[in-house]
């Protein structure tokens, strides 16, 4: 069975997954860059990789923390 299919706007799901995928990585330490292609390359993810911003990784990212914690 494939992962649900999730978009930029799916925050929550995007930061559990990034949890999945990078378990040993503190977000804080994680260039946008960097970011943006992990979160592009997460199984499911079917938003358009020009369609973030600043802003949504900023969300992603601070969603990632909250996670962890």
Same mark, same amino acid.
């Given at each position: 069975?494939? *992962?649900?299919?999730? $978009?930029?706007?799916?925050?929550? *799901?995007?930061? %559990?997954? !990034?949890? %999945?995928?990078?378990?040993?990585?503190?977000? &804080?330490?994680?260039? #946008? $860059?960097? &970011?943006?292609?992990?979160?592009?390359? !997460?199984?499911? #993810? $079917?938003?358009?990789?020009?369609?973030?911003?600043?802003?949504? &990784?900023?969300?992603?990212?601070? $969603?990632?923390?909250?996670? &962890?914690?």
């Amino acid at each position: 069975m494939s *992962a649900k299919q999730i $978009t930029w706007t799916d925050v929550r *799901a995007i930061a %559990e997954r !990034l949890i %999945e995928a990078h378990p040993d990585v503190d977000p &804080l330490k994680v260039r #946008f $860059t960097d &970011l943006h292609k992990w979160i592009t390359e !997460l199984e499911g #993810f $079917t938003g358009d990789p020009k369609k973030s911003n600043e802003s949504i &990784l900023e969300s992603i990212q601070m $969603t990632w923390i909250e996670e &962890l914690d």
